[in-house]
DNA sequence: CAATTTTTTGACCATTTGGTAAAGGTTACA
DNA sequence: TGTAACCTTTACCAAATGGTCAAAAAATTG
């Protein structure tokens, strides 16, 4: 009688943990691809294997099943922003971060493409989180300026620095087919950005 | 009774003009900011200030204003990519490159939108053009890696180095909601991306 | 294993959506 | 200025969509 969704202080049962994480699973498949608007409850209940009335027993609104991907979502996604460190050495910190940027959008391009989805669209669902983000980007851009002050690093803009990394990075989940289409089967292309965005960020900016 | 959308052979009358480019121009808006199945015909007739079946004698289906736009679009859009002139001075030619890349992103932010929702939802409406910049790339990235063969560029993928141009510029476009939350009223965003630009390209490719 | 709780399903519903038909209103041109 | 071509609107339709409900089927538990 009592709903899951509903299941505040109540245990989890394996079943309800088993089905929630499928449905997320395939909730990301399909919202990544088509964005919020473009999904339908009836795609993500087939790529889930269940009927559309049991995916909606679980998650009570398609809103929902969004909030709990984006949720998810930006408290991975950030980490390696947050793990910029002001007592590490600058060309190595950035270095780091651009390689930690690009093996994320190797490792998780739905939750790349979900995001870019909810950005291109205006971001209507995700205004406080972007406070939290414009905070923690000042933090770093900061100590990033103190950087480049301080003749460790190339005297650039901390904000553009960080929006070039983001956008190199992001564009290879984001523009994969894109990305296919040109290269075809060309080899390693991991490696291959990678050891170019190494040489562009770190020559762009060696002080 | 003979229908303008069917008016091959026709001229198009004053009214044809005119309502076919208020149709365009709100789907514009509507589908850069929606994608496509995100975007319904009332939200855009309602941006063309017309009424839907008015709209719809106009162009007979959703498709076919969205193929128009996207047909309009990468006619202009690798126009800075086919400039690059393999006669021109190397640093230079990416210079401009960038530059126009931004100012394009500047100027058409919603075709830029456009062009992303496509590619972000798997690019299937534009097979076709797809291979058409397979093969332009490939002629511009041939030009570049000689360039870097002689000397006169740093050693680096032209693929990836078109990637990362497209990346850095198309992301003032695409993500323009999230870089004005970051960057809040701060200044003239155009002038000091297109500084940081300049920079990052010169530094990290210079020989 | 019976009682209770949780999960699944099929039928259903209101709204939205892409698109049509036909009739009334407007233009342009002879 | 009449009329044929063009434009606009009202009313409508079938399919898709987000979501509900009550009853059947599994699980869990005492």
């Not at 922003?81 to 050495?89: S, T």
Request: proline residues 4%; neutral net charge.
């Amino acid at each position: 009688m009592s709903k899951p969704r509903a299941a505040e202080t109540q245990r989890r049962t394996r079943i309800q943990a088993e089905k929630e994480e499928q449905i997320l699973e395939a909730a990301l498949e399909v919202f990544s691809r088509n964005g919020f608007r473009g999904s339908t409850i009836d795609q993500i209940a087939e790529a889930a294997e269940m009927s559309k009335p049991n995916l909606l027993y679980y998650f009570r609104t398609k809103e929902t099943i969004h909030r709990v991907l984006i949720d998810r979502l930006l408290n991975t996604w950030l980490d390696p922003l947050r793990a910029i460190d002001p007592d590490g050495e600058p060309l190595g910190e950035i270095r780091s971060y651009v390689r930690r940027k690009l093996e994320m959008a190797r490792d998780y391009p739905r939750e790349s493409r979900l995001f870019a989805n909810e950005v291109l669209q205006g971001a209507p669902r995700i205004q406080e989180e972007m406070k939290d983000l414009k905070v923690l980007v000042k933090e770093k851009a900061e100590i990033i300026a103190g950087w480049s002050r301080a003749g460790k690093l190339a005297d650039c803009d901390p904000y553009h620095l960080i929006f070039s990394i983001w956008a190199t990075t992001q564009h290879y989940a984001d523009f994969d087919v894109q990305v296919r289409a040109i290269l075809g089967k060309r080899g390693d292309r991991f490696e291959d950005a990678a050891r170019y965005l190494d040489q562009l960020f770190l020559n762009g900016l060696k002080p």
